[in-house]
């Protein structure tokens, strides 16, 4: 699966963690950068993910990024850039770091945190 990566100067350990994923980047924009907040007309070729680093990003280059994907049918992930955030991300997507099998199909269903689980509010009653 390919990502192109919007935002963060830097990337640190990040591509360590997409490597778990079976992710590899095909691009990164800082987003910082004059040239970076430039609207681009289309995403690179074979991009199957956009990643959105928000923790310096403007909420105009996030919209127009966010629009693109839409467009491109493109599954987008906006978290802060750190590595425990990244991955939290990636796992509520759906993405699996154990296998290629969940690497392929997001989660179907969600587990309820208790069988025994009840309403924290009880409805009102009509009077």
């Known amino acids: 699966m390919n990502a192109m990566l919007v935002g963060a100067d830097t990337l640190g350990n990040i591509p360590d963690v997409l ?10 924009l800082s987003g ?12 690179p070729a074979g991009t199957d993910l956009l990643i ?28 802060r850039r750190s590595v425990c955030a990244l991955q939290q991300s990636l ?3 759906g993405l699996c770091a154990e296998c290629d099998r969940c690497n392929a199909a997001p989660a179907e269903t969600a587990r309820p945190l208790s069988d025994n689980s009840r309403p924290l509010r009880r409805a009102a009653r009509p009077r």
């Open 91 to 93: 796992q509520c997507a």
């Open 52 to 79: 959105l680093f928000t923790d310096f990003l403007g909420h105009n280059v996030m919209r127009h990024f966010r629009e693109l994907a839409a467009e491109h049918n493109i599954r987008f992930i906006a978290c």
């Open 19 to 28: 490597q778990k994923f079976g992710i590899s980047i095909a691009r990164h």
């Open 32 to 43: 910082r950068n004059s040239s970076h907040q430039r609207k681009l007309d289309r995403l």
